[in-house]
């Protein structure tokens, strides 16, 4: 799949999952992808009727160690290991639907300390369901 310059790939969710470490969790979720001059944001839903929006039926894959980032409205920011809670925050924070407003977090290590990359969510999407 190609947007412009940019392109994504989407693998089958037994590929991805049979290189991931044991832990790896998975989720349904309904996404979209907005593409402004900038970077791809992410719309992320757990209900596919909640948004004018057309979204994607996908899994999306985390492994053991990530985390979803969520961020509402003014600024509070939340961390949360299972999607259905991030979107619940974002529903509860008046932020629901709005791009990024849940995102990956992906533990790295650099000389000893853990730095943490923000993955989009529709990065970990391993396949489409139909």
Known sequence: MTAGDKSAHITPMTDYVNTQP???????????????????????MVNPDSLPLPLSDVDVAVGPEE??????????????????????FTKNSGCVGTPDAIQILSPLEKHGIKVWKVIPVHQRAVSVNR
Do not use: C, H, K
């Open 22 to 44: 044991a832990g790896t969790r998975t989720y349904r979720a309904f996404i979209s992808v907005i593409d402004d001059s900038v970077r791809r944001r992410t719309v992320v």
């Open 67 to 88: 985390l979803f980032i969520t961020t509402s409205g003014n600024g509070e920011t939340w961390y949360f290991q299972d999607l259905g809670d991030a979107w619940w």
